[in-house]
């Protein structure tokens, strides 16, 4: 997270998004003290690989091949 005076915000205003691309957060200040916060609307995240969302799932109690074989059955 970056702190910028309202100052040093007028004097880079043209590059203010390339400079929350870079640095995340921004906290602009006015006399020192904290005044509002600019964040980026879609923060710069990789998606995740195919592999570790398998990882995360939980094992199903049946197996799907049981559950489509049944709902062919019902159909």
């Known amino acids: 997270m970056r702190t910028m005076s309202i100052r040093e915000l007028r004097g ?3 590059s203010i998004g390339e400079i929350i691309e ?3 957060d921004v906290v602009l200040t006015r006399h020192g ?3 509002v916060r600019l964040v980026p609307l879609n923060p710069c995240r990789s998606a995740p690989s195919h592999a570790d969302l398998r990882a995360g799932m939980p ?3 049946v197996p799907s091949e049981d559950l489509v ?4 059955e019902r159909g």
């Open 33 to 35: 003290r904290p005044l």
């Open 22 to 24: 870079r640095d995340g």
């Open 69 to 72: 074989r049944a709902d062919r």
């Open 59 to 61: 094992y199903m109690a």
């Open 12 to 14: 880079s205003l043209s």
